[in-house]
């Protein structure tokens, strides 16, 4: 990793505004906290230090344990399906190298993420630190099953793609009335994108957004992970 500036370093304020400008807003990214979000937090940060000038690309790269870094567009579109005020507790599933941890942190009030590879949890967590984000709170654990101990969450953030029926750990997670959660929901090679809502009695609906390919839920309540090991050599996801 880079050593790591304040938000909004000036070295890279240009890199991160022609991303803005090239990949977002014309892909209808509206939402003014979210494009000021992604036009704050330095992605350079949170990739590999080969890979700091392709920091900006339109595209996933890779961080190491096999997971890769969102494309821009997808941390994007995901943290303005939340409609969050900065009022919201979020909690995030799959923490990875920690950007979309950090972009819901300009967003919400609090962030929980849960990570099952620690040491990419660890890195994650040195970033957040010193970029002074003191509002993510990163837990090791099967993500799968969420946080339970923090619930209930105005919002869920899931980025690794679920069976078609999302856990019903995270569903039960969500704050009745308010509740919403992005998450990718499918087969192993293609889901969807789909904005969840729990209304006030409980009852779950769904809709779909955008098809989209991330890596695998894994856990009790995602795929299995012994099957995945023995294909993932030869699949090509990005998340």
Known sequence: MLPIPALDPQATRALRQRMVMQQLVPRE????????????????????????DHAYDDSPLPIGAGQTISQPYMVAVMAELLSLTGTETVLEIGAGSGYSA????????????????????EQA????????????EGMVGDGTLGAPERAPFAAISVTAGAPPEPPPSLI???????GRMVIPAGSRGLQTLYLVHRDAEGQVSREGKL?????PLLGAEGWQEEFWGLIHPFFRTNT
């Open 211 to 215: 098809a989209c390919i991330f890596v």
């Open 125 to 136: 967590r040195r970033v957040w630190q010193a970029l002074g984000l003191t509002n993510i």
């Open 29 to 52: 990214i509206r939402d003014p906290r979210v494009l000021l979000a992604m036009a704050r937090v330095p992605r350079e940060c949170f990739v590999p230090a080969h890979l700091a």
């Open 172 to 178: 039960d997670q969500l704050l009745p009335g308010v």
């Open 102 to 121: 950090a972009i819901l942190a300009q967003l919400a009030q609090r962030v929980v993420t849960v990570e099952r590879i620690p040491e990419l949890l």
